[in-house]
């Protein structure tokens, strides 16, 4: 086959037959992927994160069986004593404590791709300016909003994906390795399987990933924005300027109203979704206690939605008019 | 069919003037040189045409405005902007499933095809490659794309010759099929000059002479001018003169062959010849010199 030859076998009759290869496109899903080629870190960090949570896992694994026993002393003597409070604490600590190592390797995989979506973001739209590659992105039809919308899913729609596919496989091998070892020392290991209380994590971890995208969200829009608008060092813009904010506002007026809402925003997100009555104080225990209601008619939240919507526009306005750089 | 129809355009950065006023119009089937000292306002006038920047004046590209239509009006326009925007992290295969998944009119067998009779491998990142072979897969994607009109702007800058060469015999022979349209902008004017149908300089933002090729040929003459003829020919006003081993070279422009005939060898100019000539000393740089 030589489908050079083809080209030139008729060179008058163009329109003749459309190419054969006229599939349907689909511009956006490609341009995820196009993201994804480009930053491998997206799903690489969240993956080389477990990889050494699970390490450090297999190093303590020879603490467990000790916990264990701690745990079912503890939980027999509270059993036999049911009056005495102190006792039940002691005895609900050393339960909880198989559950600590779940949450840490948790924790960590969604931190590892929290470090991942804010890096991203900052370069999303500066990195095809600084490498001139946006001319060869614009020489294709597909448009600035399907490009700022497939840049700025990545963050928030893949990352919390990636999060949470990379997280149940750690958790089952770690539950695995942890049952294998209570097995070896004679010990019943279904005890690990009620204590490390999984399925409360599994359950809450899609809401929690969903609702921090959400509250996060018009922050990853700031960073994106400033990636679209910054001819150099968009890291700098992009952390400074509100901090330069909140400090002229300081300087000027003596108040601290920027500083707060800053502050509310950052530490908001945790706050209100994972304590109880979103008052930072009690954390909640299980899927039982999400109230989605209270999340979702907070002003702050979508406060941060419009203001989230504002900065993509102004991403599509500016992507159309920036040059390379 | 018309293919570009540029009335008036401007465009200012701050208080450079990049168009001043250009007027253009290139026809379906057409390759047109587009030709100019730096700064001329050459890349300007591509951009606005592709719709990568903003611009008055009435500009029409297959019948869109490509300000608000760049989009819809890539499915039928295809560019190279110069040799280094491929991003360097991409692969040559994901180069292949990208353009094959946004692009209507992509064929990936043809630019398979292309590829095949280059050394350049699927696996290959952009930065694994020579800046000879970047261009051969730009062109090969480029080339598999059933466009109506091709922009290239300085498509060869930076390559040795025989890529040079390879360059532009492929896009003729491969590609080229008169029913499409081809605009480029390029230093290396006598490379392209016998490719081309159509010529236009431009300088300071405006056209100042635009003519198809077999105009130039008829209108540009240049005399090798023996010393016996140096005050005839002179009388005859050339708009440039010449030293070169001690004979005169004489490029008159609207004088009868004949006439011209009787004064000593005549032959058609290069367009570098005719482009120093018009442009006068401030066009004098070093051919290929980056824009």
Not at chain 2, 28 to 48: F, V
Request: proline letters at 5%; hydrophobic letters at 50%; a neutral charge.
């Amino acid at each position: 086959m030589s489908p050079a030859s083809d080209a030139t076998s008729d060179p008058l009759a163009p329109d003749a037959a459309p190419p054969a290869a006229l599939a349907k496109t689909r511009p956006f899903y490609w341009s995820v992927r196009r993201e994804l080629w480009e930053n491998r870190s997206v799903y690489l960090a969240p993956l080389t994160v477990a990889g050494l949570g699970l390490l450090g896992f297999l190093f303590s694994l020879h603490g467990l069986p000790h916990a264990v026993r701690a745990a079912k002393v503890a939980a027999a003597a509270s059993a036999a004593l049911p009056a005495d409070a102190a006792l039940a604490k002691v005895a609900a600590r050393a339960a909880g404590s198989l559950a600590i190592p779940y949450d840490f390797v948790t924790g960590v995989i969604f931190l590892a791709a929290l470090a991942v979506a804010i890096f991203y973001s900052l370069a999303a739209l500066h990195g095809e300016r600084r490498d001139r590659s946006i001319l060869f992105w614009k020489s294709l039809p597909v448009s600035d909003l399907t490009t700022v919308l497939s840049k700025v899913a990545v963050p928030l729609v893949v990352q919390p994906l990636v999060v949470f596919v990379v997280v149940i496989p750690v958790h089952l091998v770690m539950l695995a390795m942890g049952t294998a070892v209570l097995s070896l020392n004679g010990l019943d290991p279904s005890v690990l399987w009620t204590h490390a209380h999984l399925l409360k994590i599994w359950l809450t971890l899609p809401y929690g990933l969903v609702v921090l995208s959400l509250w996060y969200a018009p922050i990853c829009g700031w960073l994106m924005l400033v990636s679209a608008w910054a001819k150099r060092t968009p890291i700098l813009w992009g952390l400074g300027a509100p901090l330069g904010l909140c400090l002229f506002e300081y300087l000027a007026f003596r108040t601290q109203y920027l500083w707060q809402l800053l502050l509310y925003r950052l530490r908001g997100g945790f706050a209100e979704a994972f304590t109880v009555g979103g008052e930072g104080r009690v954390p909640i225990n299980g899927p039982e206690q999400i109230d989605l209601t209270r999340f979702l008619s907070l002003p702050g939240l979508w406060a941060g939605l419009v203001f989230f919507v504002a900065c993509i526009a102004a991403c599509v306005w500016l992507r159309r008019r920036r040059e390379p750089i | 069919m018309t293919c570009i129809e540029a009335r008036g355009l401007r465009k200012t950065y701050g208080k450079t003037v990049a168009l001043a006023g250009l007027d253009l119009t290139v026809d379906e089937g057409r390759i047109l040189g587009l030709i100019g000292p730096n700064g001329a306002g050459k890349s300007t006038a591509l951009q606005a045409i592709l719709g990568l920047t903003q611009y008055d004046g009435e500009l029409k590209v297959l019948g869109r405005n490509p300000w608000t239509e760049r989009d819809r009006l890539m499915a039928d326009v295809c560019f190279i902007a110069d040799v280094a925007v491929l991003p360097r992290w991409l692969k040559v295969s994901e180069a292949l499933d990208y353009v094959a998944g946004v692009h209507p009119r992509f064929d990936r067998a043809k630019a398979e095809g292309f590829l095949a009779k280059t050394t350049i491998k699927r696996a290959s990142r952009v930065r694994e490659l020579s800046k000879g072979m970047v261009a051969q897969l730009h062109l090969a994607l480029i080339m598999a794309i059933d466009a109506k009109l091709l922009v290239l702007d300085e498509p060869t800058l930076g390559l040795d010759l025989l890529y040079r060469k390879a360059f532009y015999d492929s896009l003729l022979n491969d590609y080229f099929d008169r029913s499409r349209t081809i605009v480029i902008s390029t230093h290396q004017v006598e490379e392209i000059q016998h490719i081309l149908t159509d010529v236009a300089f431009i300088d300071r933002g405006k056209i100042v002479l635009d003519c198809s090729m077999e105009d130039f040929e008829a209108r540009y003459l240049e005399v090798l001018v023996g010393p016996e003829h140096l005050a005839a020919a002179r009388a005859l006003k050339p708009i440039q003169e010449r030293q070169l081993f001690g004979r005169g070279i004489m490029l008159f422009d609207g004088v009868a062959h004949e006439k011209l005939a009787a004064l000593g060898e005549v032959r058609t100019p290069s367009l570098a010849d005719l482009f120093v000539a018009m442009m006068g000393a401030e066009a004098v740089q070093p051919q290929g010199a980056a824009a």
